[in-house]
T-cell receptor, first 113, second 114 residues
Framework: KNQVEQSPQSLIILEGKNCTLQ??????????LRWYKQDTGRGPVSLTI?????NTKSNGRYTATLDADTKQSSLHITASQLSDSASYIC????????????FGGGTRLMVKP | NAGVTQTPKFQVLKTGQSMTLQCAQD?????MSWYRQDPGMGLRLIHY???????DQGEVPNGYNVSRSTTEDFPLRLLSAAPSQTSVYFC?????????????FGPGTRLTVT
């Protein structure tokens, strides 16, 4: 069964600090991996999409990495801001009929002043 | 452009009642889908549509019906609400089949079934 596991479940950091969120997946055959940001009470918003051949992708202060061999991804947030407080969701797409997406449970990040 | 809109934002139902959650998009996207999000779990696909007149089941379709008569609208119907359907529901759209393209999510509908 396709699965996406994220760690940690929750994280508290001080404003200005960096942090790294982890994602492990068992989705096969792999098509692409996405990271979404979900603010409280809102729908998820895409941060990055990476295919098999991409191992790093940045979007401002967000940098995602992908190791397709070990089936791991990370999302690094640099110089955190209060507005980074949100849930971050790792999503993996399988290259099969329907191209279904498998969602991780998310990491809830709180940035404190 | 409004993007993806969902109504209502909040809803409380009694067990056994029926209702329709509305989803509309103005991006002319072919692919639309419905997800539910429960605490501690990833979003799960309920139903999806690859174009007007075409719908299919996702991972958790039981208790829900959909139809797609136009490109713009993709309503989700709860036939007889149950407490297990208490959840936050998200509609999402994509230019084509969801796996390869960006997905755009609506703001969600928070449903409570008592």
């Amino acid at each position: 069964k396709n699965q996406v596991e994220q760690s940690p479940q929750s994280l508290i950091i001080l404003e200005g600090k960096n942090c790294t969120l982890q994602c492990n997946y068992t989705v096969s055959p792999f098509s692409n991996l996405r990271w979404y940001k979900q603010d409280t009470g809102r729908g998820p918003v895409s941060l990055t999409i990476m295919t098999f051949s991409e191992n790093t992708k940045s979007n401002g202060r967000y940098t995602a990495t992908l190791d397709a061999d070990t089936k791991q991804s990370s999302l690094h947030i640099t110089a955190s801001q209060l507005s980074d407080s949100a849930s971050y969701i790792c999503v993996v797409s399988a290259r099969n009929a329907g191209n279904m997406l498998t969602f991780g449970g998310g990491t809830r990040l709180m940035v404190k002043p | 452009n409004a993007g993806v809109t969902q109504t209502p934002k909040f809803q409380v139902l009694k067990t056994g009642q029926s209702m329709t959650l509305q989803c509309a998009q103005d991006m002319n996207h072919e692919y639309m889908s419905w997800y539910r999000q429960d605490p501690g779990m990833g979003l799960r696909l309920i139903h999806y549509s690859v174009g007007a007149g075409i719908t299919d089941q996702g991972e958790v379709p039981n208790g829900y019906n959909v139809s797609r008569s136009t490109t713009e609208d993709f309503p989700l119907r709860l036939l007889s609400a149950a407490p297990s359907q208490t959840s936050v529901y998200f509609c999402a759209t994509s230019p084509d089949t969801g796996g390869h393209y960006e997905q755009y999510f609506g703001p969600g509908t928070r449903l409570t079934v008592t």
